[in-house]
């Protein structure tokens, strides 16, 4: 490609809604052009880096044996209906009516279209396993979209599903599918991490997310650097400590804590550490009559170490925390407390509520909490002297650095990543709720067991660029770079040696089957070479008439400072061979 023919248009400025550097970065080098809240064009440059990203998906989903098929985007909401999921979704998925006044929903997803398309072509098991991909538009009307393509509404996936005879064989498939990701990820060429995930809304047990680091990643990354321990914040565990509870050795005080209603502002104030206190949370169930109307509330009171957050996936797993929770009200938490949030705790109550206790606290011996009354808490707390034990004792918390690996094998690091794929098995969710079956050896139907794959096609280069940028621009890997290599001629419009030189170098690599481009605007070289920093073309070569007299080329990788001399006749296989590398 000839940059004369072609489409460039940078900019010296990012737009002022441009928050991170994907975003800034990809209007500056005008890849994406935003039409509408989390909805862009994606403009010739940014959209061949797509296709790469979809051209080694499609490869290695081809190999690993999944069929590719295309589902619409617009869905008759009958079918969302039919998994329940219609209503429970909630306001991430576009309703909308066509003139008739039927319900169609655009998808974000297509779990319901897949299983619909199963469940009246799979009819034996002889035609087992299975797997159908696609890539194709998506829509999710996020409250916020922002970070440009990292959370837009409209965005490309790569969803795959999986059908399968029995558990065990989609648990194989799934292994299958985890490998092929683990395949293209390698071929990006991004650093990134394989981690054990919570199944959220879709539903499933087995489940791995693909997180590319980053440190403006949203996502916390948990791993053991002694071993091959990996999970997300909301999967990974907080162990039970492993020593005894200690003896109380303190009396049970109300002691004045005038105005401070933080766990961190009582430990300053009473000078002990943070870790010996605890902190309150108030959540709430609904309770519902049997036409299911709310008739009352249960309050649930959850205690955590003052230098600890609570797990809200993990909350939400515990035996009748698990079919929904909020936040309890000022009425609810003045009922059974008799006192504003700050100053809450186990002691004193007016009203009965179900305890939870994290893992920690549960081992904790002469600590601090709440008093149930404005300016005090209780200090010298200990369980069995002055509370009965805690019935429930679960890990309700988010782990931090230094806690023990749950695999045994050292302590656990967190860093940052951003998600841009998952896979899951789903079991017979969604096969169950439509009545999705196959006919088993002896004749009878058996629901399919499905597992579901997805990439975020056009979140990826988004995460690339989060990990791989500079003050000058973009840092592509070679696999994704819109051009893997630029060819500069200095003054091509004034010398017909540079101008020879340049284009039969270019035609060279054109022939080699090289991904090129040559730069015939006549741009002054500051202004050229500044352009392809900030688009981030890998390999650039540099000629010029001074450099013809003396009979080389500069060549410079975009992660270099400063250019290398080649000889001009050997600069194809000097290229070739960083090609290669």
């Not at 005008?30 to 880096?49: D, E, F, N």
């Not at 299975?130 to 890539?135: G, P, T």
């Not at 045994?408 to 896979?423: D, F, P």
Request: glycine share 8%; aromatic share 8%.
């Amino acid at each position: 490609m000839k940059a004369s023919r072609f489409f460039v248009s940078t900019l010296k400025e990012a737009p002022a809604d441009a928050e991170v550097a994907s975003h800034r970065l990809m209007m500056r080098a005008g890849m994406i052009k935003k039409l509408g809240a989390g909805i862009y064009t994606y403009m010739p440059m940014g959209l061949r880096v797509i296709r790469k990203v979809e051209a080694i998906v499609r490869e290695e989903m081809n190999r690993a044996g999944a069929v590719e098929l295309s589902m619409p985007v617009v869905q008759p909401a009958e079918f969302w209906q039919e998994s329940g999921r219609f209503e429970k979704m909630g306001p991430e998925l576009l309703r909308i009516q066509d003139r008739h006044e039927r319900n169609y929903i655009v998808q974000p997803t297509s779990e319901e279209v897949v299983t619909d398309l199963a469940r009246q072509e799979i009819r034996s098991y002889k035609q087992l396993p299975r797997n159908f991909y696609q890539i194709q538009t998506k829509f999710r009307d996020e409250r916020r979209p922002r970070f440009g393509l990292m959370r837009g509404r409209e965005f490309t996936m790569k969803d795959a599903y999986s059908f399968d005879r029995d558990l065990d064989a989609a648990k194989a498939s799934y292994q299958n599918m985890a490998q092929a990701y683990r395949r293209i990820f390698d071929r990006f060429g991004l650093t990134y991490r394989a981690v054990a995930a919570d199944s959220g809304a879709i539903g499933g047990d087995l489940s791995e997310e693909f997180q590319v680091i980053a440190a403006t990643g949203e996502d916390a990354i948990v791993y053991c650097p002694d071993s091959d321990y990996a999970a997300n914040m909301e999967k990974a565990e907080a162990l039970a400590p492993a020593a005894p509870r200690g003896a109380a050795t303190k009396p049970l005080a109300k002691t004045p804590t005038p105005g401070k209603s933080t766990c961190a502002d009582v430990a300053e104030l009473l000078g002990v550490p943070l870790a010996t206190t605890v902190k309150s949370l108030v959540l709430a169930t609904d309770v519902l009559d049997d036409a299911g109307n709310i008739r009352g509330s249960k309050v649930w009171l959850l205690l955590l170490r003052g230098d600890h957050d609570m797990n809200e996936i993990k909350v939400s797993k515990l035996a009748g925390l698990d079919q929904g929770f909020r936040f309890a009200t000022t009425t609810e938490i003045d009922e059974h407390f008799g006192c504003k949030p700050g100053y809450l705790g186990p002691l004193n109550l007016k009203k009965p509520v179900t305890l939870v206790a994290d893992r920690e606290v549960a081992v904790m011996s002469d600590w601090t909490t709440g008093a149930n009354e404005v300016d005090f808490h209780m200090t010298g707390v200990n369980w069995a002297r002055d509370l009965p034990e805690p019935t429930i004792v679960a890990d309700i918390r988010n782990v931090v650095a230094g806690d023990a690996s749950p695999d045994g094998k050292g302590v656990l690091a967190i860093e940052r990543g951003i998600e841009v794929g998952h896979v899951f098995v789903l079991g017979t969710k969604y096969s169950k709720a439509m009545n999705a079956t196959f006919l088993d050896e002896g004749g009878k139907p058996q629901f399919l067991e499905m597992g579901c794959y997805g990439i975020g096609i056009t979140r990826l280069p988004a995460a690339a660029i989060e990990q791989n940028h500079d003050e000058r621009g973009i840092i592509w890997p070679d696999a994704l770079a819109p051009f893997t290599v630029v060819v500069c001629p200095i003054g091509m419009d004034r010398s017909a040696e540079v101008k020879l030189a340049a284009e039969t170098l270019y035609e060279q690599l054109l022939a080699g089957g090289v991904d090129v481009l040559l730069d015939d605007r006549g741009e002054r070289p500051g202004a050229m070479f500044a352009d392809w920093e900030l688009i981030g073309v890998p390999h650039r070569l540099v000629i010029s008439d001074r450099g013809l007299k003396e009979g080389q080329f500069e060549y410079q990788h975009r992660r270099e400072t400063a250019a290398t001399k080649v000889p001009a006749a050997g600069a194809l296989s000097f290229l070739q061979s960083k090609l290669a590398a």
